[in-house]
């Protein structure tokens, strides 16, 4: 940007300064975002997008408040212990068992149709938005938009936007009405505009797929919908909680290591009540808080509920909440201080000295999942070591 030494211009940059302080997380729309603006305009204009949805993006502005939040999702910002305890508060179960109370033959006919339980319905319910109360307040053209311009996930967000534009085309809802997430999710469950265009129902049959209304229908069937397309496999579990034998391998564990459960109550798998695994359907292992937090067992259901929210721990918490919804136990295993025996800062520490080596364990936030695993063993590969996947303080010495 050109520097200008003028009074003029001084006092026109102090103008823009105190706009932005005195309008927090909504800063007025630079030029660059301006133009930014006008061109993707023009590149929806020339896919079609009508004038009444071009003119609402006009409107948008620049949140700078939707970059902070996007930077920083609860799923890795929290303990799995914290996200678990909010996830399955005794305040979500209740709230939980009053949507079933209340909604009993819509839940039972969204049920019948798409073949996902109620209650896990109702758990991405309590989870995306406490059952309606809280479904964001942001424009959702502005939201995408400024997180389109801001670039980290540029391709994404341009794409977003551009379904966005299409279901205002469609006529579903007004622009005043598209209101959401900080990343530009919608409605009692959160849809993003690709979900909503790709399986968004109108349940009720009154002639739009409104999501946005104070009536949940058209969302709960919505997102049975979504899972049903994604895969969503009858009467089998999203997962169970196991214990693991003394001396267990734990190079057995991960999700790209299935089995079939009899196979795994052969090696000494239990559920939490010490019985024998048995039957013929396959599972794997996750070891979410290390081999000394909860253990689980996880099956189809568990990848397609991933399809829904990528974070194992936004998972773990709506399958939770929704075993408890229908009559589940609490989750058996406490929690270790030091989830692998490592500190945060441990952790924190592998991951980046695994990036630091081109093994791509993800963002250094101590949240060792299945990504950092899968470098470990990457990385144990390449030295010629055993690979387990298994994060330890050994481990962290050796990449000093």
């Known amino acids: 940007m050109p520097q200008h030494s003028t009074l003029f211009s001084r006092r026109m940059a102090m103008a823009t300064l105190t706009a932005a302080v005195v309008m927090p997380g909504r800063v007025l729309a630079d030029s660059g ?59 979500r179960i209740k709230g939980g068992q009053r949507a079933l109370a209340r909604y009993p033959t819509l839940l039972k006919k969204i049920e019948r149709k798409y073949g996902v339980p109620k209650e896990v319905i109702v758990a991405i319910w309590g989870m995306e938005s406490s059952f309606g109360a809280v479904r964001g307040s942001a424009s959702v053209l502005s939201t995408l938009a400024t997180l389109a311009y801001e670039g980290r996930r540029r391709d994404l967000f341009e794409a977003e936007l551009m379904a966005a534009l299409r279901i205002l085309s469609s006529g579903d809802v007004s622009p005043s009405r598209m209101k959401g997430s900080y990343a530009g999710a919608m409605g009692h469950t959160q849809f993003m505009p690709s979900s909503y265009l790709a399986h968004a129902q109108d349940f009720n049959r009154d002639g739009a797929r409104d999501i946005w209304s104070d009536d949940p229908t058209d969302a709960l069937a919505s997102t049975a919908a979504y899972l049903r397309a994604k895969g969503w496999t009858k009467g089998q579990p999203w997962a ?60 189809q259901n568990f990848h397609v509920l991933k399809t829904y929210n990528y974070a194992d721990s936004y998972v773990i918490g709506v399958g939770h909440l929704s075993d408890r919804l229908a009559g589940g136990r609490a989750i058996q295993a ?24 081109g093994f791509q364990a993800g963002r250094p936030d101590g949240v060792i999942g299945e990504k950092g695993r899968a470098a470990i063993r990457a ?22």
């Open 33 to 91: 975002f301006s133009g930014w603006l006008s061109g993707f305009s023009s590149k929806a204009r020339s896919a079609g997008v009508g004038t009444a949805a071009l003119k609402a993006l006009g409107r948008a502005e620049y949140l700078s408040s939707a970059i902070k939040s996007d930077r920083r999702p609860a799923e890795t910002a929290r303990s799995l212990q914290d996200y678990i305890a909010s996830a399955a508060s005794s305040q």
């Open 334 to 357: 406490g929690y270790p201080s030091k989830p692998w025996g490592m500190t945060s800062k441990e952790r924190q520490a592998l991951q980046k000295r695994l990036n630091d080596r």
């Open 240 to 299: 169970i909680e196991v214990r693991l034998p003394d001396g267990f391998d734990l190079a057995l564990t991960g999700r790209i290591y299935p089995r079939r459960l009899r196979d795994w109550g052969k090696m000494g798998v239990t559920d939490t009540d010490g019985r024998a695994l048995s039957g013929a359907d396959s599972g794997a292992l996750i070891l979410p808080a290390g081999p000394k937090g909860p253990i689980f067992m996880i099956f």
């Open 379 to 400: 990385y144990e590969k390449s030295r010629g070591m055993p690979v387990t996947g298994v994060p330890s303080i050994q481990l962290l010495a050796s990449l000093s």
